[in-house]
């Protein structure tokens, strides 16, 4: 193969400098290793953070020291073919997957665009975080809701979203 691997930490935080008019929060780096990296939208509960690893982002939730649900998780396997790049994960034989001229633009269209377009259509549209479990806690889960003043579309805590 040869040259050294494509950091998708390293490419996030490049595609996120050169598109921050397209966030409408900041994003600011909690955590950083070799192979994720952990974000904090600003302005937004600090229970919500976004997750950049190998193949994936994800948008998590921490309530009570632990994750508690992911509102988003996108992954993206980028295999070299002739000619470009498919996602594995995109058909079952890869053969139907589109074929992107770098890993950069597969991440870009998988995983930078979706996450974008899920923060103006899902976050800010929203106004609470909802953190619901089983009594037992063997489940749980978190939605993001648009609340008037009455918690009634959420039956556990109703956290406001923006701080």
Not at 118 to 141: F, R, V
């Amino acid at each position: 193969m040869g040259g050294p691997a494509v950091s998708l930490v390293s490419q996030f935080d490049a595609w996120v400098a050169a598109h921050s008019d397209r966030l409408p929060f900041p994003l600011r780096q909690l955590e950083r290793t070799g192979d994720y990296a952990t974000y904090r939208p600003v302005g937004i509960t600090d229970h919500l953070s976004v997750f950049v690893g190998n193949d994936s982002v994800s948008v998590v939730v921490d309530w009570q020291g632990q994750c508690w649900d992911m509102l988003l998780s996108l992954d993206a396997v980028g295999a070299a073919v002739e000619g470009g790049y498919r996602c594995q994960l995109c058909s079952e034989d890869h053969s139907e997957a589109t074929l992107l001229p770098t890993l950069d633009s597969l991440w870009e269209g998988h995983l930078f665009l979706p996450l974008a377009n899920w923060i103006d259509e899902a976050l800010c549209s929203a106004t609470h975080l909802c953190i619901e479990s089983t009594p037992t806690l063997s489940a749980t889960w978190a939605s993001l809701a648009t609340l008037d003043g009455e918690p009634g579309e959420c039956n556990g805590v109703a956290l406001p979203l923006r701080v």
